[in-house]
């Protein structure tokens, strides 16, 4: 059974160079061919949701492109009211089994 995560370990950024030695422990690839490995999933990912497709991956999660309306906003420090012009943004939607274990591991 897994150690409970701490709270370092919960504030801790994963980047990809710790993404790439993971692999390489793993995998036991070179760490060149897991950085590069890493960057083909990554531009893929990337490609997909530039073409407007989604991308899903099993047991993991979606990352969906969503169209935003132009609307009316205000500037905080004038209150200055501004026309955001439509434009996209990402997003991610975790998968239930995702979710499932990241609630348990913080009960």
């Keep these: 059974m897994k150690e409970p995560i701490t709270?370092?370990?919960?504030?801790?950024?994963?980047?990809?160079?710790?993404?790439?030695?993971a692999l390489h422990e793993q995998v036991g690839l070179s760490r060149n061919e897991c950085e590069s490995l890493l960057e083909d999933v990554l531009n893929e990912i990337t490609d997909c949701l530039a073409t407007g497709d989604a991308f899903k991956m099993s047991n993991f999660a979606s990352f969906l492109i969503r169209?935003?309306?132009?609307?009316?906003?205000r500037n905080p420090k004038t209150g200055e009211e501004v026309a955001i012009p439509p434009h996209k943004v990402v997003l991610f939607k975790a998968s239930t089994k995702l979710k499932e274990q990241t609630d348990s591991r913080n009960n």
């Design 7 to 21: 709270g370092e370990q919960v504030r801790k950024t994963i980047t990809r160079t710790n993404l790439a030695d």
């Design 67 to 73: 169209h935003k309306k132009e609307r009316i906003g």
